[in-house]
């Protein structure tokens, strides 16, 4: 499969309507190859589900995360801090 440039302009797959999607929905639209968009998904700070085998995908501008850092679309959950592990500490800090 032919390398394509992603950029955040690209990542068009989000919108208000659909803020969440499946990484083989991201795959299929991007037309790239799965290394190529793994790679994106980390350097353009694109967030993972924390439940559900992360295998959920949003964009921080989608995000609505409440005072502990947690944030729920559709029972799919998300976390400021990354998995759930960070999550837990984080929580514990606070209180």
Known sequence: M???NITSFD???FSE????LQ???MLSKTK???RTLRRKIKTLGIIT???ANSKFY???KFAKFDSYGLWENKEICFSLYGSFKNQQ???KDKV
């Open 2 to 4: 032919p390398h394509s």
């Open 11 to 13: 990542l068009f797959l």
């Open 17 to 20: 309507t659909e803020p969440v």
């Open 23 to 25: 990484f083989t929905d």
């Open 32 to 34: 790239c190859s799965s």
């Open 49 to 51: 589900s924390y439940n």
């Open 58 to 60: 949003t964009l921080p």
């Open 89 to 91: 500490f984080s929580v």
